[in-house]
């Protein structure tokens, strides 16, 4: 992969997000969505599951965004962590690492295209683009699930990897992980990742992974 940074994949975007790659000893921790985003297919719930993080608002740096977000969804402080290295992924999933000139340098950044308006995914005659940084976060508290997040798991990303394609039963993610809930998860849910893990999932390799997060992982 290469490392200079190609101009052509700096591209115009609509909306700027932050996602929180937070290990607790071999796992991470994921946000699942709120109830107004989950579905009934043939009496199962869908629910999508992501990093910790969200949209960076006006007047915010990107780091002050990841805090804050750490903040409203887990309720705890965070440290985030420079990464030695960052990989870019464009709309069309392809990878390539580059130069980063800050001071905390995300392990992560990648571009994605949206139906709908940021906001408002019912508007499907057009599409917007967001561009999302990923970082590494130490937990600075114990993460409890806010109002905002009904629920936190607990995953190995390898797991993760498995479910990209598949929706997993949460019996079945709970063997080797484990939930905190703000809210009664159904038992008869299936999950699967979105945004943040299903796109890191898609392009990175099992062995890739161990070796991007070897610090952690």
Request: glycine letters at 6%; a positive charge; hydrophobic letters at 35%.
């Amino acid at each position: 992969m290469s490392k200079e940074f190609n101009d052509k994949l700096d591209m115009r975007y609509d909306v700027e997000g932050v996602g929180l790659i937070i290990f607790d000893d071999d796992q991470s921790i994921f946000a699942l969505s709120k109830p107004k985003y989950w579905t009934i297919d043939k009496n199962r719930t869908l629910i999508s599951y992501g990093c910790v993080g969200g949209k960076v608002e006006e007047g915010e740096t990107i780091l002050e965004a990841a805090k804050r977000e750490a903040y409203e969804e887990i309720s705890s402080d965070i440290d985030i962590i420079s990464s030695k290295e960052t990989y870019l992924i464009d709309l069309d999933l392809k990878v390539q690492q580059v130069k980063q000139k800050f001071k905390i340098s995300p392990v992560v950044l990648y571009y994605f295209r949206y139906p709908g308006k940021p906001g408002d995914p019912s508007v499907k005659e057009t599409s917007f683009i967001g561009k999302v940084h990923v970082f590494f976060a130490k937990l600075k508290g114990t993460p409890i699930p806010s109002s905002e997040v009904p629920a936190i798991l607990w995953t190995r990303w390898d797991t993760v990897q498995k479910n990209i394609r598949l929706y997993f039963s949460l019996s079945t993610l709970l063997v080797k992980g484990k939930i905190k809930e703000q809210i009664e998860i159904p038992r008869n849910s299936f999950l699967y990742p979105m945004w943040t893990p299903e796109i890191i999932g898609k392009v990175f390799k099992r062995n890739d992974l161990k070796t991007i997060f070897s610090v952690h992982y």
